[in-house]
C-alpha cells in the first residue's frame, strides 16, 4: 500500500518559517517526479514545487526565491523549506509522487500564516 504523509505544518507568523516533509512508503521516490502542491478554501489546487528524478527543480512565480523543495532518497523522504511566509501562503499542502501513469497523494497538513 502507497502512501504519503506530509508533516510538519502549522500556524506561523508573517515573516517566519517552516519546513514540511513527505516521507514516503511503499514505493521508492527516487523513482518519481515528486511535487508540493497547495489548495486554499475556494481555489483551485496549485502547484507550488515540483523536484525530478534528476535533481531538477521548478517553482510557481508566487514562491520562487522563499521555497525551497529538496530531497533525501536515503529517507525516501521530499522536503519543502518555507521562508518569509506571508498570509497569502496559508493553504492546505499537500505532496505528489508521479510516474508515467502512476500518481499519488499525500492527505495534506495544514500551513497558516498569521499574526
Known amino acids: 500500500q502507497v502512501q504519503l504523509v506530509e508533516s510538519g505544518g502549522g500556524l506561523v507568523q508573517p515573516g517566519g518559517s517552516l519546513r514540511l516533509s513527505c516521507e514516503a512508503s511503499g514505493i521508492t521516490l527516487r523513482f518519481y517526479t515528486m511535487g508540493w502542491y497547495r489548495q486554499a478554501p475556494g481555489k483551485q489546487r496549485e502547484r507550488v514545487a515540483v523536484i525530478t528524478r534528476g535533481g531538477g527543480s521548478d517553482y510557481a512565480a508566487s514562491v520562487k526565491g522563499r521555497f525551497a523543495i529538496s530531497r533525501d532518497n536515503a529517507k525516501n523522504t521530499v522536503y519543502l523549506e518555507m521562508n518569509v511566509l506571508k498570509p497569502e501562503d496559508t493553504s492546505v499542502y499537500y505532496c505528489?509522487?508521479?510516474?508515467?501513469?502512476?500518481?499519488?497523494w499525500g492527505q495534506g497538513t495544514q500551513v497558516t500564516v498569521s499574526s
Open positions: 505528489n509522487a508521479a510516474r508515467d501513469s502512476l500518481d499519488y
